[in-house]
């Protein structure tokens, strides 16, 4: 998909964008850094089906890499960012 995308920033931060509302919609906790929500898990764990705990996880391992890739994708190729 990188390849059909090419050199178009707006896209890549469109479609980066919308993967990160999706799981922000379908896991909630992976959208903010662990100490965040460090507390509020401590105390409804329990309450949490095992599925999605080990789903939040690899989602937010997977996410955290992923957004700071297209953040920095999208940075360098900005006409702002030639700027001195």
Known sequence: MAHAIGERPVAKAMLA???????????????????????????????????????TGLVKAMLAPASSTWAGAAATSSPLSSRA
Do not use: K
């Open 17 to 55: 964008g919308l993967a990160l509302a999706i799981c922000g919609t379908v896991l909630p906790y992976t959208m903010f850094a662990g100490e965040t929500q460090a507390d509020v898990l401590m105390e409804t764990y329990m309450t949490i089906p095992a599925g999605v705990l080990i789903a």
